[in-house]
């Protein structure tokens, strides 16, 4: 609709306008930073990240495998106490063709940020991640993929530890 | 029932740490930018009047804020007023100590409607007194860059 509409009611600026000081403003910035604190279950994913391992937490009341771990389960609010260990491959649930980075900018190579169903862990614990080493175009949903390591010298214990993942069939 | 797992290593404790990138950046507007440079070019500041709501709005507003009548009356304001209320201000935004506490006055302008938040100063161990006399000392021009703290603060007339 807005294509129709000729003359915006205002006064139009440009960057220009503003970075030149043909207009006055005001300007600051906030000093917004954050710990979060990981507790038991989120530390322990994260240093086995470093490992090269995916681990995740069985429910004794359910049965069900949470992951990424929690410390407790949120069905049946009990705590979790049993380590299980996961392998790192599984399956694309969802996936996307980005062309914008988080603040808006294109970006030239797309991104692939995809939910991947973990093998071994429950229903509907997908872990949002990166699909990389293949042509967008390829990328389907039930595509079975593997995780890409950093090499261990390079692990931080965070989840970038994986690059991504990429089909393991073409 | 608690959790069967305890982290009572510090070492073992992590936190996840990250910083939002928050930057604004708000130009002052029609009548903002006209009030302003007045104060930057002339040392005075410009205030807009609604006549049927009998107020002055200082610094100028584009639109009275009772009536939403678009303002076209502009006037002069002298940088004169009334303390009405101040505070001593101890910490910054995020809370740390300052080195030297500020002085924070509410000053009813003499020609405007409202009241403006700014420093005080030259008070030189003088106890601020709620309906004392203030004045704004000002920049000097060359420095003047087009705000609200092109007015350094107000101090004791007299």
């Known amino acids: 609709m807005s294509v129709r509409i000729q003359d915006f009611p205002g006064t139009p600026l440009r960057e220009d306008d503003v970075r030149s000081g043909r207009v006055l403003t005001v300007s600051g910035a906030a000093r917004a930073e954050y710990a979060w604190d990981l507790g038991v279950a989120m530390t322990r994913y994260l240093e086995e990240l470093r490992n090269g391992r995916l681990v995740g937490q069985r429910c004794r009341h359910c049965g069900r495998v949470l992951f990424p771990p929690r410390a407790f389960c949120e069905q049946c609010f009990c705590p979790t106490t049993e380590w299980v260990a996961l392998p790192d491959t599984g399956v694309i649930q969802t996936f996307a063709i980005c062309h914008i980075a988080w603040d808006a900018q294109r970006i030239d190579e797309p991104k692939l940020p995809a939910v991947i169903a973990v093998d071994g862990a429950s229903r509907n614990m997908g872990l949002l991640h990166l699909i990389g080493g293949v042509e967008p175009e390829r990328v389907a949903v039930g595509q079975r993929v593997r995780a890409v390591w950093r090499p261990p010298d390079e692990r931080q214990g965070a989840i970038t530890d994986i690059l991504y993942f990429t089909p393991t069939e073409a | ?158």
């Open chain 2, 1 to 158: 029932m608690g959790l069967s797992e305890r982290i009572a290593s510090g070492d073992r404790l992590r936190t996840w740490e990250g910083n939002f990138p928050l930057e604004h950046l708000y130009t002052v507007g029609v009548a903002g930018e006209r009030a302003l440079r007045e104060l930057k070019d002339h040392g005075r500041l410009l205030g807009t009047r609604c006549a049927r709501c009998e107020v002055t709005y200082a610094p100028a507003r584009l639109y009275c804020e009772r009536c939403l009548t678009r303002l076209d009356e502009w006037v002069p304001i002298a940088l004169v007023g009334t303390l009405a209320s101040y505070t001593m201000v101890h910490q910054d935004v995020d809370g740390q100590l300052l080195e030297t506490p500020a002085l924070v006055g509410l000053i009813g302008l003499d020609d405007a409607s409202g009241h403006l938040v700014h420093r005080l100063g030259e008070f030189d161990g003088q106890q601020p007194r709620l309906g004392m006399k203030v004045e704004a000392v000002l920049r000097p021009a060359t420095e003047r860059v087009g705000s609200i703290v092109d007015i350094r603060y107000f101090r004791p007339v007299g």
